[in-house]
């Protein structure tokens, strides 16, 4: 079958068809068949395992060995953001940002994406001079300023204490609002995916078990009962009971 690379087309939304990966004869995705239109802010849960950061390693073009009889279209200018902020440390937080970019004009964006996300004067920190928040922050600003169509995210706020991942979701959400990539968010998080995204997927077995497109406005409170009801089918999905023994 052709290699990933040779499949990969572009354009401005995501198109799977039949994607398949397997590791050593174990199937771990079964023929997916997504779409993600332009602009769309999509959540993937999953048990750990199931396959989400391949389906993300696949999207992102950064694996190689992706098979299917379909296709797999994505845009041109895709950033990764991951659970660690992969900063260099022997780099300054203005310098990570503009990594492999050059130019007053790339400087000045570097500085205007800092700003975005609150780390206005922290341009000369070191990376370990950050807080963890603070570092995915930079990551953000790092996304951003390759001006996206394409955000992938594996677990972005994973490592992140409870509070600074709620301040951090609003912060996405402003930074979606202002910029309109499509957005796939992979998360364990029932609540983060329903509270950040139009649109749920529950990856099992290998493929998509459920797609459920969440009509609440935004901004969402985690408050809001009407929530509940995507919770419950979401862990029943996951099978997840509500009951601790
Ligand atoms: N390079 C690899 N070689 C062999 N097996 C792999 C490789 N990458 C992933 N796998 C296997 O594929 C399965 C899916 O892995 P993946 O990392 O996509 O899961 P995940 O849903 O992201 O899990 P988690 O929520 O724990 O991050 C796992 O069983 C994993 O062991
Ligand atoms: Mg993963």
Redesign the pocket.
């Known amino acids: 079958m052709a290699p990933h690379a040779e499949q990969l087309t572009r354009s401005a939304a995501v198109r799977l068809r039949g994607l398949t990966r397997s ?2 004869g174990r199937t ?1 995705l079964d023929g997916i068949d997504l779409d993600i239109p332009a602009g769309q802010f999509v959540a993937l849960l ?10 993300l390693r696949a999207v992102a073009g950064l694996d190689h060995e992706v098979t299917g009889e379909g296709e797999l279209t994505a845009p041109d200018r895709v950033s990764v953001v991951f659970q660690d902020s992969r900063l260099l440390p022997w780099r300054r937080v203005l310098d990570n940002v503009l990594l492999g970019l050059d130019g007053r004009e790339a400087e000045r964006k570097g500085r205007e994406a800092l700003a975005e996300v609150g780390l206005e004067g922290r341009e000369r920190a070191w990376p370990n001079e950050l807080s963890g928040g603070e570092a995915q922050r930079a990551a953000l600003a790092r996304s951003l300023v390759r001006e996206p169509e394409l955000l992938l995210a594996d ?1 972005p706020f994973g490592a992140l204490d409870a509070l600074t991942r709620i301040k951090m979701h609003t912060l996405l959400r402003v930074l979606w609002e202002a910029h309109r990539p499509s957005v796939l968010l ?1 998360t ?1 998080d029932v609540d983060e995916a329903i509270v950040l995204a139009d649109r749920v997927l529950v ?1 099992d077995h290998g493929r998509i078990g459920l797609d459920l497109t969440v009509e609440r406005p935004h901004p969402r409170s985690y408050r809001d009962p009407l929530l509940g009801e995507y919770r419950e089918r979401l862990l029943t999905a996951l099978g997840v009971t509500s009951d601790v023994a």
């Open positions: 590791f050593d771990v999953g048990h750990s395992g199931s396959g989400k950061s391949t389906l677990e992979v364990h990856l």
